[in-house]
């Protein structure tokens, strides 16, 4: 989840996460020499006395100001295009858990075995138990195991929503009559926070999502108590 | 210069005729058929034409004298001409301004009325803020998160001590 004074991405709990983080630091270090160096020339701009108002052609550093920037896009694009196939790998899911976005609330489907589904709420800020996340916990958290790779089928029963939960580097759009997938693979049990991210109406910014993720034997004692 | 390269021989001869003609102070045909004109600028050091159109008699002998030999011309003559020629010397119109001592002066004026404007607004429109930011609440959430070790890794729980229970030095 997020916490106070953060500054970057929160934690990893995939690994695919893991590989995103490191993306984003390759692609913004690529954008930080760049936003410097026109910086600098905006300076050295600014800052000259020296006059030049002939016209004037500069060939060679015209050929390099074209190569160097498509060279540098593909530094980009080829990372990122691993890590696009990568999400997409085979990786045999052990359980598909369905959800549904609503105004303004996720519905949950564990069908694989029995008929288990449930509505998971926003607490309203004023039935908070002390010590609880404002805006962010819910009634029913989606419990799931964890160390073991998870299938998601998001889709939606009214207008756009988003499932999205950033320490698992997921989001995922929920539009009605269309199945999204997405798979879920924790490294470490915990909560794990995560909020609409698609506008949805008046209450679009208090539908969260809460990942429970739990040990093999809990969840199966968990799935029990719930159908 | 490329002008002198793209033109031809006849090119050449108009470009040095016209720095010829700028020096004897007659009117000259710049390159972008705009109407002479006469300015201060660093980037155009030798005008279109001089500064002084109408010369009174005193001004006229001087220029009558400028013909003859110039070390004849005293020290004053010799900046009168230059006077005549031009409006403003290289220092002066390359002097720097306090302007930006006005420009910061009010962005920091505009500034603080907008902190008066945003006290008002805190006193007078917002309602409380909610009773999650009270030092007790925050203090049971933060404990909260630390138990469920949100970001172990480089974030929250990392600045954690769990044996000695308290932050890391």
């Known amino acids: 989840m997020a916490y106070p004074s953060q500054l970057g991405l929160q934690d990893a709990t995939s690994p695919i996460m893991e590989e995103l983080m490191n993306f984003h630091d390759h692609t913004l270090m690529i954008v930080f020499l760049i936003s410097s160096l026109v910086l600098y020339v905006i300076t050295l701009m600014l800052t000259t006395k020296l006059t030049h108002t002939s016209t004037m052609d500069a060939q060679e550093v015209e050929t390099i100001w074209t190569i160097l920037p498509a060279v540098i896009l593909i530094l980009i694009a080829l990372p990122s295009l691993r890590i696009l196939y990568m999400m997409d790998e085979i990786n045999n899911p052990v359980l598909t858990v369905k959800t549904m976005g609503h105004q303004w609330y996720w519905s949950y489907e564990y069908t694989d075995y029995e008929d288990l589904w449930f509505d998971s709420y926003m607490i309203p800020t004023t039935d908070l138990k002390p010590g609880e996340l404002r805006l962010l916990e819910v009634d029913n958290r989606v419990v799931l195991p964890m160390e073991l790779p998870i299938r998601m089928l998001i889709s939606s029963e009214d207008v756009l929503h988003s499932w999205a939960v950033p320490s698992l580097g997921l989001k995922t759009d929920a539009i009605k009559g269309r199945l999204n997938q997405a798979t879920i693979s924790s490294n470490r049990p915990g909560l794990f926070y995560g909020q609409c991210s698609e506008i949805c109406g008046s209450n679009h910014s208090f539908m969260p999502i809460v990942l429970e993720l739990v040990n093999l034997k809990y969840f199966e004692n968990w799935s029990v108590s719930m159908v | ?169």
């Open chain 2, 1 to 169: 210069m490329l002008a002198t390269r793209a033109l031809s021989l006849i090119g050449r001869r108009a470009i040095s005729t016209s720095v010829c003609v700028r020096a004897h102070g007659s009117v000259v045909k710049s390159e972008d058929y705009a109407l002479p004109m006469y300015m201060d600028r660093r980037d155009y050091p030798l005008p279109d034409v001089a500064h002084v159109k109408l010369l009174s008699a005193s001004q006229k002998a001087l220029k009558e004298k400028e013909k003859a030999d110039w070390s004849s011309l005293s020290r004053d003559e010799k900046v009168q001409l230059y006077r005549i020629q031009f409006n403003e010397s290289f220092a002066e119109m390359n002097r720097s301004t306090n302007e930006w001592k006005t420009v910061v002066g009010l962005a920091m004026f505009f500034i603080g009325f907008t902190a008066l404007v945003l006290i008002w607004e805190k006193s007078y429109v917002y309602g409380p803020i909610p009773h999650t930011f009270d030092r007790d609440w925050v203090a049971m959430q933060t404990k909260r998160m630390l138990d469920m070790k949100a970001n172990p890794i480089q974030g929250f729980s990392a600045k954690w001590d769990y044996d000695k229970n308290e932050w890391k030095k």
